[in-house]
Nanobody, 127 residues
Framework: QLQFVESGGDLVQPGGSLRLSCAASGFTLGYYTITWFRQAPGKERQGVSCISAYTGDTYYADSVKGRFTISSDGAKNTVYLQMNNLDSEDTGVYSC????????????????????WGKGTQVTVSS
């Protein structure tokens, strides 16, 4: 099945860190642009960071700039999201999806615009 498999979510205290992984299954990252999304309870799915697997260019939403770092490892066919200085606003289900070129920073209502959606991984920031 062609999809991403996300992992690494956990319960963490405010100010803590987590590293999420998004492994491509059945396809290679190749020339795709991959976006990490966050969906908080009762809220829209929001793109928080993107990376071009081909160029390595990275992009961040203002809400995570300076705290999150996105990276990719071609050999492992995996995209990572290092999250530091977490706060309660970062709570949500994190998932990733790909497109040939589109990077989504902000709300996304039409998930059919991107491909290979995974089931996501839960991040809870709470004391």
């Amino acid at each position: 099945q062609l999809q991403f498999v996300e992992s690494g979510g956990d319960l963490v205290q405010p100010g803590g860190s987590l590293r999420l992984s998004c492994a491509a299954s059945g396809f290679t990252l190749g020339y795709y642009t991959i976006t990490w999304f966050r969906q908080a309870p009762g809220k829209e799915r929001q793109g928080v960071s993107c990376i071009s697997a081909y160029t390595g260019d990275t992009y961040y939403a203002d809400s995570v700039k300076g705290r999150f770092t996105i990276s990719s490892d071609g050999a492992k066919n995996t995209v990572y999201l290092q999250m530091n200085n977490l706060d309660s606003e970062d709570t949500g289900v994190y998932s990733c999806a790909a497109d040939s070129s589109m990077c989504v920073l902000g709300p996304l209502t039409d998930t059919s615009l991107l491909s290979y959606w995974g089931k996501g991984t839960q991040v809870t920031v709470s004391s």
